[in-house]
């Protein structure tokens, strides 16, 4: 009984402390944290959540776990806050973000890295059996996750679609307006976590680091969080990295339960490593009076030597790059990583240039550099649009440009590296490796999330104007980012397009692009269904067949349809390893995207919506789809544009008119 009743008094004993529970770590130095993945605590005492390995994820937690319920099963009042830093390898290009979460273990098995920030994978995000409350500061753009911006906060309950967000910034104590801040400056800055568990109300407010804590909230959340939290969790950190390199820092917590958390001591708190290189000694530059004349004929010779190589290097710097440009890259650097543009180091070269693997000698970032041709008229024009424009898109989707040089009459396009190449190798030709369809049907979606992101949730309207497989790329896990950017152009949102030069890639030409000249995102719509096809099916949207005409693969796909044999169009290489009721949809969207009418063509919000299976899928025979509107190439205006093409292009313009004509003669 004596001890039954001391076991019963240190139970309560240490409930009490848990329920008061706090810490303080005025950097991570002593700390008894629970690591894992890439996470560790430097020598100086910074908490580093990630490193310089892509595709990776790190955790960091209170090692104990926390009462957070008192007996009537309502959550306690807490209160955090952090000091943080993002700090990228290239400036003004991030990778993923930093999230405190409040969950039931320390671990996340089966999470994934990159946009899930180790929390969760595309099974377990938004399960409301996860019992996760996070906060996240978000510096990547993610349209499946519904995110604002790529610079946000962000507050998520058991999945990465926030249920409350705002962009990264703090409101002045004076008026409450928001200032805004950059999450990826590299700069420490502070963040406060508060629940008032009387009010049931979340608050998050962020502020740089010396400004201390305004008394207005950035983000308020008024919910209950009894259903959410089990009676004890794990508070912690999780980050991840995806293909562009950033670190992650934390330079102290505080934590409180039933309180406000201690405030942190920002002297002690220890120094984030230096960005930049030490300045080097002029020592050696500095000749000596009484040095001999051989010493002084070396230095000659070596300032010789320097003024060569700056020659060699020399680079050129106009104003519009002062405010439009994006990071910068010296040309010598450039010329190291591409082994002096060897043609050993060519990956693939076309009317726009050609283009270089390298890995930069400092921070052994794998590149791809794109140098533009000089000799057209037309270069400076295209690499001024994509310096200007495309230096600002970030989307996991899209190939993000990294930087740029210009070095005399040479124009240098810096680009993330896509290791597994662009996706049509993976189709045509009988490849040695072939993509399964679900990783078809995942790069499909990637896409489709992209090319939204271009046409109506970017800043202005973006139309590629060439999408087709052999300009979506493959990161390390075989996610598609739509490249090549050289034919876009931008329009701002509700006015006309301004060009009328025909430029594109045959077979994903929407006819009224051919006679008037103009892009739209419904032509940018008909090449995605081109798209859809080629992918589907593993053909070129014009392709040749042994003992017979070129084969056109829209009207195949069509007369299949016609016939209700839609699945024979598939790809062959699939085996019997796909869903059927996907392939279906897929073959079918590539039709209705197809459509020679504009109007009639889904934006690209509708496809997204299809592919996710959030909008049925209309029946195709209710839009009266007939040859006439999937004609691939009407005749009429395309005389003059089909001479600029050889004879065998020439060729397939007028046969791929003579199928749809014959499929159904009735349907003109």
């Given at each position: ?7 019963l008094?240190?139970s309560?004993?240490?409930l ?13 130095r002593?700390?008894?944290l629970?690591?894992?993945g ?12 990630t490193?310089?390995t892509?595709q ?8 104990n776990?926390?009462n ?19 700090v990228?390898?290239?400036s ?14 320390k671990?996340?098995?089966g ?9 969760f994978?595309?099974?377990?995000n938004?399960?409301?059996?996860n ?7 978000d510096?990547?753009y993610?349209?499946e ?7 946000h ?12 967000s705002?962009?990264?910034g703090?409101r002045?104590n ?13 700069q420490?800055?502070q ?11 979340l608050d998050?407010?962020l ?11 950035l983000?308020?959340?008024?919910l ?6 089990r009676?004890?969790?794990y ?8 293909s ?10 505080s934590?409180?339960m039933?309180?406000p ?23 050696l ?6 040095i001999s004349?051989?010493l ?10 320097f ?14 790059e ?7 890259f010296?040309?010598?650097d ?13 990956l ?17 970032i794998?590149i791809?550099?794109k140098k ?20 600002r ?9 990294l930087?740029?040089?210009?070095r005399?009459?040479e ?21 040695r490796?072939t993509l ?14 992209g ?16 999408v087709k ?8 896990e ?15 949102h ?19 692009h051919t006679?008037?000249g103009k892009a ?15 992918v589907?099916?593993?053909?070129r949207?014009?392709g ?5 005409e ?10 299949l ?11 062959p290489?699939l085996g ?16 209705l ?10 934006s ?8 996710e299976?959030?909008?049925p899928l ?11 509107g ?10 003059d ?9 020439n060729?397939?313009?007028s046969?791929?008119s ?10 003109r």
């Amino acid at each position: 009984m004596f001890f039954q009743a001391v076991l019963l008094v240190s139970s309560l004993v240490c409930l009490a402390v848990s329920q008061d529970l706090s810490f303080l770590y005025n950097g991570f130095r002593s700390a008894n944290l629970s690591l894992d993945g890439l996470a560790e605590i430097t020598s100086s005492g910074l908490l580093k959540l990630t490193n310089d390995t892509k595709q990776q994820k790190g955790h960091a937690f209170f090692p104990n776990p926390i009462n957070f319920k008192n007996s009537n099963g309502s959550v306690f009042t807490f209160s955090t806050t952090f000091v943080f830093a993002i700090v990228p390898e290239i400036s003004s290009v991030s990778g993923h973000g930093i999230v405190f979460v409040i969950a039931p273990t320390k671990g996340f098995p089966g999470s994934r890295p990159s946009q899930f920030l180790g929390l969760f994978n595309e099974t377990t995000n938004g399960n409301k059996t996860n019992h996760v409350v996070a906060v996240e500061l978000d510096t990547i753009y993610s349209s499946e996750f519904g995110d604002i911006d790529d610079n946000h906060v962000g507050i998520d309950i058991n999945g990465l679609r926030s249920e409350v967000s705002a962009s990264a910034g703090y409101r002045t104590n004076s008026s409450g307006k928001l200032t805004n801040l950059t999450l990826i400056s590299g700069q420490p800055m502070q963040i406060w976590v508060d629940y008032d568990g009387a009010r049931k109300q979340l608050d998050v407010t962020l502020a740089p680091i010396n400004i201390g804590k305004p008394r207005f909230p950035l983000l308020s959340l008024a919910l209950d969080l009894s259903p959410i939290l089990r009676d004890t969790m794990y508070v912690g950190f999780s980050s991840s990295t995806g293909s562009v390199l950033t670190s992650h820092y934390v330079l102290g917590w505080s934590y409180k339960m039933n309180g406000p958390a201690q405030a942190l001591d920002l002297s002690q708190l220890p120094k984030l490593p230096r960005i930049g290189h030490k300045k080097r000694s002029k020592f050696l530059t500095v000749g000596l009076p009484t040095i001999s004349v051989s010493l002084a004929f070396i230095v000659i010779s070596g300032l010789v030597y320097f003024i060569r190589r700056k020659r060699k290097f020399a680079e050129v710097l106009e104003d519009w790059e002062l405010d439009y440009g994006p990071h910068r890259f010296k040309y010598k650097d450039l010329y190291i990583a591409t082994k002096g543009f060897r043609d050993k180091e060519l990956l693939g070269s076309g009317g726009f240039g050609r283009v270089y693997k390298g890995v930069l000698p400092t921070s052994k970032i794998e590149i791809a550099v794109k140098k533009v041709s000089h000799e057209s008229r037309q270069g400076m024009k295209v690499f001024v649009a994509e310096i200007v424009s495309i230096g600002r898109l970030r989307h996991r989707n899209l190939v993000t440009l990294l930087g740029y040089c210009r070095r005399k009459g040479e124009l240098l396009l810096v680009y993330d590296y896509m290791p597994n190449g662009s996706l049509d190798k993976y189709l045509y030709d009988q490849p040695r490796v072939t993509l399964n369809w679900e990783q078809r049907f995942k790069v499909i979606k990637g896409v489709a999330s992209g090319l939204l992101y271009l046409h109506e949730e970017w800043e202005q309207v973006v139309i590629h104007r060439d999408v087709k497989a052999s300009n979506v790329l493959l990161d390390g896990e075989l996610n598609g980012r739509l490249g090549d950017f050289g034919l876009a152009r931008l329009y701002d949102h509700g006015t006309d397009p301004q060009t009328t030069h025909i430029v594109g890639t045959l077979g994903y030409l929407a006819p009224e692009h051919t006679r008037t000249g103009k892009a739209t995102t419904k032509t940018d719509v008909f090449a995605f269904g081109a798209f859809l096809l080629e992918v589907a099916c593993g053909r070129r949207p014009i392709g040749r067949r042994e003992q017979a005409e070129d084969l056109i693969l829209l009207d195949w796909v069509f007369s299949l349809w016609v016939r209700g044999e839609m699945l024979e169009a598939r790809d062959p290489n699939l085996g019997r390893d796909y869903i059927a009721e996907e392939v279906e949809m897929v073959l079918q969207l590539g039709l209705l995207c197809s459509h020679s009418e504009p109007e009639i063509r889904p934006s690209m919000r509708q496809i997204v919506q299809f592919l996710e299976w959030d909008t049925p899928l209309p029946e195709l025979s209710s839009l009266g789809l007939s040859a006439s509107g999937l004609t691939f190439a009407n005749p009429e205006g395309f005389s003059d544009f089909a001479m600029s093409y050889p004879s065998s292009m020439n060729n397939a313009f007028s046969h791929s008119s003579s199928i749809a004509e014959s499929l159904l003669s009735g349907g003109r």
